[in-house]
């Protein structure tokens, strides 16, 4: 599954599941440019993917594109 974030007006797409516990970051909150996970409050940056808590573990983040009222991601991994 995929999360779908808009931040600041943008769009980013990442792997839904956190890299600490495995909760579902598209039921957290977006605080600035990250995503606080539900479970255990980690914060996942949307922009590299990479946790606050330990930059050695991430989630894929993916490029996004809005076509009228279609989400469209792409296979390539973004930056």
């Known amino acids: ?10 769009y980013r797409a990442l792997d839904n599941m956190c890299p600490h516990r495995g909760g579902a970051l598209g039921q957290g909150v977006v605080d600035g ?33 809005i076509e009228g009222d279609e989400v469209l991601i792409s296979d390539d991994q973004a930056g």
């Open 33 to 65: 440019r990250l995503i606080v996970c539900p479970w255990h409050g980690w914060q996942i940056d949307t922009e590299s993917g990479r946790a606050v808590q330990d930059r050695n573990l991430g989630v894929r983040v993916y490029e996004v594109k």
């Open 1 to 10: 599954m995929i999360c779908i974030a808009n931040i600041d007006g943008g």
